[in-house]
């Protein structure tokens, strides 16, 4: 099973995603962490990502699909959940396009729905939490942060929910109830229940 977990920042998408890693033993392709991880790796693919990213550039979709397709080949057996891309109809028609060379496809494209107000709370009260047990919060975790990255959210991913709804792939869950109650409705949506 191949899962994508779509929602804006905030969401609860890492937190869905770790559950279903521990009670499920899928795995979770984080392009963010695949590109840090890439980056020191000293591959090939690893030393385009460190050039691209030492000039400050936006590493390209080829690239974060170069990356995909290295991590999908170590293990094709297994199930995954993509976080963080696709971001964009280009990159959505990319990632369907690899997984069908690949011999596998998408199963689900899952929402987490929110609502702003409730999710402009939320990752202030994420931020209050962190600094009580004697973190320090994200840096992007303001108000400010949050809505300039809604604003990108909104702009570039959003339109991914009517793309994947056409071609059948679409299901949406509650992302504001409490995450064993989120964590139940992804399940459910899964099959996995």
């Known amino acids: 099973m191949n899962i994508i977990l779509l929602g804006p920042p905030g969401a609860g998408k890492g937190t869905q995603a770790k559950i279903l890693v521990d009670s499920e033993g899928m795995v979770q392709l984080s ?4 590109l840090r991880a890439a980056r020191t790796s000293g591959t ?3 030393n385009r ?3 691209v990213m030492d000039r400050g ?8 699909i170069g ?9 094709p057996e297994k199930s995954y959940i993509f976080d963080g891309f696709p971001r964009t109809l280009k990159q ?3 990632l369907g396009a690899l997984l069908e060379e690949m011999g596998t496809k998408l199963d689900l494209a899952l929402e987490l729905r929110v609502n702003d107000e409730a999710l402009v709370e939320r990752i202030l009260n994420r931020a209050k ?3 009580a047990a004697g973190g320090e919060a994200r840096a992007d975790d303001n108000e400010e942060s949050l809505k300039t990255r809604l604003l990108a959210y909104y702009k570039m ?3 991914l929910v009517g793309y994947y709804y056409a071609k059948g792939l679409y299901a949406r869950t509650d992302g504001l109830a409490p995450i064993d109650e989120v964590s139940k409705g992804v399940r459910e949506k899964l099959g996995l229940a």
């Not at 590493?59 to 974060?64: A, L, P």
């Open 57 to 64: 550039d936006l590493v390209t979709d080829e690239i974060v």
């Open 157 to 159: 991913t959003s339109p």
């Open 49 to 51: 990502v460190a050039e």
């Open 92 to 94: 959505a028609d990319a």
């Open 67 to 75: 990356l995909i397709r290295e991590q999908l080949e170590k293990a």
């Open 44 to 46: 090939e693919m690893g």
């Open 129 to 131: 939490e962190a600094v």
């Open 31 to 34: 392009t963010g962490d695949m």
